[in-house]
């Protein structure tokens, strides 16, 4: 399967979010998933999809068996669901993490783990651990860990259903050198103002 296209990756990794977060509204309209993509928190980068745009990354979805359109009995209102577990052979907890992993990109399993907790239930951080290298040593991988970043303790993991060059970026790595003098600049304002 080729990589998702950024708008494709946010559209499926919405309908994988609400599915779990909000099944009473699930399956989604157009105008719903329009808001989900579109939300301000959980996401990165934030966006502004419009109707045109989620619609044509449904019908792309749909050509992949990621997505697909139904109407709820008696409603004539199409709306949309996810097909993530048949089409890629994932459980509940897989589908979480690449779902969050679509949101938000590269992600540690401590980070992984707080922002599934609305999804499914792991019991530590080791779970998702465990999950994640399930999704690592499948015949297809889904994700790959990624080296630390200077100063964190763990691995950072991708969805590699994002190509790399369209995944949100990740956060740069702080400039010490800068960092530190400014520290010491700091220090001289509040030695000279009497505060140290």
Known sequence: MEPLAPQEARVLGSLVEKAFTTPEAYPLTTKALVAACNQRSNREPVVD?????VEQALRSLDDRGLARLTRASGGRTIRYVHRAQSALEIDDEQTALVAV????????????????????????????????????HRTRPLVERLERMPGQKEHRYRCLLLDSDTAPAAAAPVDTDRLDDLERRLARIEQALGLD
């Open 49 to 53: 999809y419009d109707e045109e745009t």
């Open 101 to 136: 992993l679509l949101l938000r990109g590269p992600q540690t399993p401590g980070e992984l783990r707080a922002r599934t907790d609305r999804y499914v239930q792991f019991r530590d951080t080791s779970a998702v651990e465990e999950r994640l290298i399930d999704l690592m």
